[in-house]
């Protein structure tokens, strides 16, 4: 069932943006199909929101149809050593499958509060691993075709895929190796215990702002030398602890973030002559003005 303008700022972490003109939840493959084939009839644009862990979405809303999985495309399962997820899942919900399964290799999604869908179309990463790591292969659905895909036909590389317009990952499937309990437990807790010291996850954020450009320094340490940590535009504050995230500090829009994003851009290139690319996803009109 399609809804009308329903406002996604419910559904991203940052917790901003307008509505959708259209929303659906579809909860089977046909379900999914149906959808994409009503979107398609309308020449209607189609998007999916996983958790909104790395989407900041236009305060003015999304002239489209806008999808979020449910049911069984948000549901996993093991089978051997694989993980048969729907790519509506939260990586936390493999993570727990998998271990009570004694299956490691995915502990380093307990960093990264997002989808295997939004993992996949992401290349999520973190502590040296990444989605393409341990993905055999994700279903891939459009209003034209469905068809199965390896890593290497995703283009995964880092924080990217070739994941094209209208392209929605319905299924994956995460081959993992065995191993005790006890030591996924361990390698867990240590992740957490890092990404807390270093990262403001009490927060509303969006995750990494800017990829890390190909320099001696990350893009937060960039920023940071630039001085804008803790800089605020609106209700949009560049984080004190870590300067590659932005806060909803208080009642922030998508706006001020695009703002937030723009001074940083351009004081990354004074600075340090580097174009900051952005990680998190636009959607709607958004876009960053050029530096
Ligand atoms: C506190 C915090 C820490 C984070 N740490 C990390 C980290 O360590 N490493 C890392 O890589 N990321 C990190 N992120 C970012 C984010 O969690 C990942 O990018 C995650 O994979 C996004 O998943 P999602 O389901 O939330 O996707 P969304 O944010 O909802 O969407 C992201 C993109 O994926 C698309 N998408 C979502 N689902 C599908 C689908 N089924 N089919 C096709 N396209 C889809 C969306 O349209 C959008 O373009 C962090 C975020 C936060 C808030």
Not at 60 to 74: M, P, Q, R
């Amino acid at each position: 069932m399609i809804e009308e303008q329903v406002p996604l700022s419910r559904f991203t972490t940052l917790g901003t943006g307008g509505p959708a003109r259209w929303f659906g939840k579809p909860e089977t493959l046909d379900q999914l199909a149906e959808a994409l084939t009503w979107a398609a009839e309308r020449g209607a644009s189609v998007s999916v929101v996983g958790l909104g862990s790395n989407l900041l979405v236009a305060d003015e809303g999304v002239d489209g149809l806008v999808l979020k999985l449910a049911g069984e495309l948000a549901a996993a399962e093991v089978d051997r050593d694989r993980v048969l997820a729907g790519a509506g899942v939260p990586l936390a919900v493999c993570l727990h499958r998998a271990r009570a399964a004694s299956l490691g290799r995915l502990e380093f999604a307990c960093a990264i509060p997002g989808t295997v869908g939004g993992a996949v179309k992401m290349n999520a990463g973190a502590y040296g691993s990444d989605i393409a790591g341990v993905l055999e292969r994700a279903l891939v659905v459009s209003a034209s075709r469905t068809e199965w895909r390896t890593p290497a036909e995703l283009g995964l590389q880092y924080r990217r895929s070739c994941l094209g317009e209208g392209e929605v990952v319905a299924r994956a499937e995460l081959r993992l190796t065995q191993r005790p309990v006890d030591e996924i437990k361990a390698i867990v807790s240590e992740m957490q215990s890092q990404r807390k010291a270093a990262q403001p996850t009490n927060k509303r954020t969006f995750g990494s702002v800017f990829k890390n450009p190909e320099h001696e320094l990350t893009a937060g340490r960039m920023l940071e030398a630039c001085g804008l940590r803790g800089h605020r535009i609106g209700g949009a504050q560049i984080s004190p602890r870590h300067a590659n995230f932005i806060e909803n500090a208080d009642g922030a829009r998508s706006a001020d973030a695009i703002a937030l994003m723009s001074e940083a851009r351009r004081r990354a290139l004074e600075k340090f002559g580097v174009t900051l690319e952005h990680e998190v996803q636009l959607l709607g009109g958004l876009v960053l003005p050029a530096v």
